[in-house]
T-cell receptor, first 109, second 113 residues
Framework: RKEVEQDPGPFNVPEGATVAFNCTYS??????FFWYRQDCRKEPKLLMS???SGNEDGRFTAQLNRASQYISLLIRDSKLSDSATYLC??????????FGAGTTVTVRA | SQTIHQWPATLVQPVGSPLSLECTVE??????LYWYRQAAGRGLQLLFY??????ISSEVPQNLSASRPQDRQFILSSKKLLLSDSGFYLC????????????FGSGTQLSVL
């Protein structure tokens, strides 16, 4: 089983729509969770951290469910600029992070 | 502020040729340094990480090696490239003590032909 699994999508949504997707992780001892955004052929950039019960940053909301070992990302009022691949990242409690393969979101006009 | 530089941006190399990718970090001391590889449609695979000068840990057996000759310099090398070494290589750093947040270089697209 992969350490971090994501629905690859793509999620094609119109501007202004809400889109949400999940990520599951296998290591129940994981303590820290992140969402990174990656544009095509670019480096990943930290979008937001996810701690305890989750958090919100503007139009983005991340939730953590430890019992079921998944985190989610919800994007409200989608913009064209939100089109990207979203990487789920889990801290393995050492020096290493485990990355999911990413969920692709395409926002259309 | 901290910055990370990685070069070159793209590289096309023949099979069997050597490789050297360099990464440097500015504006911080004693960072943790990482080399990742991203194959098309796949997640980032950790290749090497380093918590200090001369300290290299390898995640997976492979045709590559890494070195950290200075505190803020990390080098990825190969003596003889394979076709399977093609991919998008990313250098990253985090603060000492743990990889809570990673900051990536702009990446090197390596094509081995």
């Amino acid at each position: 089983r992969k350490e971090v699994e994501q629905d690859p999508g793509p999620f094609n949504v119109p501007e202004g729509a809400t889109v949400a997707f999940n990520c599951t992780y296998s290591n129940s001892a994981s303590q820290s969770f992140f969402w990174y955004r990656q544009d095509c052929r670019k480096e990943p950039k930290l979008l937001m951290s996810v701690y305890s019960s989750g958090n919100e940053d503007g139009r983005f909301t991340a939730q953590l469910n430890r019992a079921s070992q998944y985190i989610s990302l919800l994007i409200r009022d989608s913009k064209l600029s939100d089109s990207a691949t979203y990487l789920c990242v889990v801290n393995r409690n050492d020096y290493k992070l485990s990355f999911g393969a990413g969920t692709t979101v395409t926002v259309r006009a | 502020s901290q910055t990370i530089h990685q070069w070159p941006a793209t590289l096309v190399q023949p099979v069997g040729s050597p490789l050297s990718l360099e990464c440097t970090v500015e504006g911080t001391s004693n960072p943790n340094l990482y080399w990742y590889r991203q194959a098309a449609g796949r997640g980032l695979q950790l290749l090497f990480y380093s918590v200090g000068i001369g300290q290299i840990s390898s995640e997976v057996p492979q045709n590559l090696s890494a070195s950290r000759p200075q505190d803020r310099q990390f080098i990825l090398s190969s003596k003889k490239l394979l076709l399977s070494d093609s991919g998008f290589y990313l250098c990253a750093w985090s603060g000492p003590g743990g990889s809570e947040k990673l900051f990536f270089g702009s990446g090197t697209q390596l094509s081995v032909l």
